[in-house]
């Protein structure tokens, strides 16, 4: 099968057992498909787009009902959907930080926090993790004290990962949210690895903003994600437009200029939409997640010279190990070098770990089936015991 203009069918999760860290989350339900199909068309959703014309208040499809929802399942007031969870760092970012403020994140934090930073001419002032790779409230709290000495004024904003993409490891947000909040610094919690994969109570968190990515963990299609805020931070950040045209004198009555007006127009809105019941669903059974990372994680682990860099035991299903003892020593001398591993991964049905890695590498098992967690674990076992290395 080919779509035309060189483009092949793309086969990956149809062929083999995906645990690539990224993408793990992001894979569309058989509702986000269909959703897909029925509103590829551009700017679908504004069939029935009535006064006051904005995205958040079109009833059919339920997009209006869907805002409320996302925010009520995040325990947040209002909610937005936005193009990707690094839209709703900008929309922030340009919100509150101007020339030269000092802005909070941590040494885990993801590119896309520094770029939202760097777009909004702040200063990235990151809080060092600890040696076990855990961003702690006490390190937030001597950051702030540095910053202030060194810049002569208070971060403006912090923006703190509940899991990082590094180590998948969980930080105590609301621990740090606590101590932002003594010096009334509003506090970004960025869910791009909880939204949609295990439950998050904004409030509970004293998170002034939820961050979510849909196409990293709500199964919905790229660019998509959600940007969920207080009441009192929603006057600020969702502010409508006060423009004015000097020549037509036209004003664009309740559009948000953070938003750019309208977000989502189409299959990105109605896949996390048609998602949405699934995941809301999901988030419940993080348990069995964790349970098939750990069938996982135990057999890489029963590989003599495997090391798991991630905080142990495990709380997420994202997680770094250290294969340079144990696999890397076999690429020193294997003919295919470092790529005999994601060869075989691939020869076995098991794809999503980046080709030729021996050393330190990432992967995510969320999604997969029990039986598929006790498969990998054992094609993890079988490439071992295949190239000579001790299994306990
Ligand atoms: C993936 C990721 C992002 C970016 O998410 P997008 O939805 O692609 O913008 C931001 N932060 C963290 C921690 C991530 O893992």
């Known amino acids: 099968m080919r779509c035309g203009a060189g483009i092949d069918a793309r086969m990956v999760d149809e062929l083999a057992i995906n645990i690539d860290p990224i993408q793990a989350g ?22 029935n787009c009535r006064k006051p014309n904005r995205l958040d208040y079109i009833s059919k499809p339920p997009i209006a009902e869907f ?30 930080v101007h020339k030269g403020d000092p802005v909070l994140l941590t040494s885990l934090s993801h590119y896309t926090e520094f ?10 002032c990151e809080i060092p993790a600890d040696e076990q790779n855990i961003v702690t409230a006490d390190a937030a709290a001597v950051k702030i004290e540095e910053v202030k000495k060194q810049h002569g004024r208070l971060p403006v904003l912090a923006f703190i990962d509940h899991v990082d993409y590094q180590y998948g490891n969980i930080h105590d947000v609301q621990a740090i949210a606590k101590v932002a909040h003594q010096y009334d610094i509003p506090l970004l919690y960025n869910g791009a690895y909880t939204v949609g994969i295990l439950p998050v109570d904004g409030k509970n968190l004293c998170a002034d903003f939820v961050v979510g990515s849909g196409h990293k963990s709500m199964a919905a299609p790229a660019p998509s994600g959600v940007l969920a805020a207080t009441v009192e931070r929603a006057k600020e950040v969702f502010r409508t437009t006060a423009i004015t045209g000097d020549v037509t004198g036209r004003k664009f009555g309740i559009k948000e200029p953070e938003l750019m007006g309208c977000t989502l127009m189409g299959v990105t809105l109605v896949g996390m939409m048609a998602s949405f019941p699934h995941i809301k669903e999901r ?10 990372a750990g069938t996982v994680l135990d057999a890489l682990r029963s590989i003599q010279g495997t090391s798991v860099l991630s905080e142990y035991p495990r709380k997420h299903t994202l997680t770094r190990i250290d294969t340079t003892a ?42 997969i089936t029990r039986s598929q967690a006790r498969y990998v674990a054992q094609v993890f076992v079988d490439i071992a015991l295949e190239n000579g290395l001790k299994v306990a």
């Open 26 to 47: 992001g894979r569309l339900t058989a509702d986000a498909m269909k959703a897909v199909v029925a509103y590829g068309d551009g700017y679908s959703v504004c069939d």
């Open 67 to 96: 805002h409320k929802d996302l925010a009520a399942w995040l325990n947040m007031d209002t909610a937005r959907v936005v193009p990707g969870a690094r839209r709703g760092f900008q929309a922030v970012a340009h919100t509150y």
């Open 115 to 124: 770029l939202a930073i760097e777009e909004a001419d702040g200063i990235a």
């Open 283 to 292: 988030v419940k059974h993080f348990g069995r997640e964790l349970e098939n």
């Open 326 to 367: 144990s696999l890397d020593a076999v690429a020193q001398t294997h003919k295919k070098r470092g790529f005999f591993f994601s060869g075989a991964l691939g020869e076995k049905g098991v794809t999503g770990i980046i080709p030729g890695a021996t050393r330190v590498w990432k992967y995510n098992t969320y999604g």
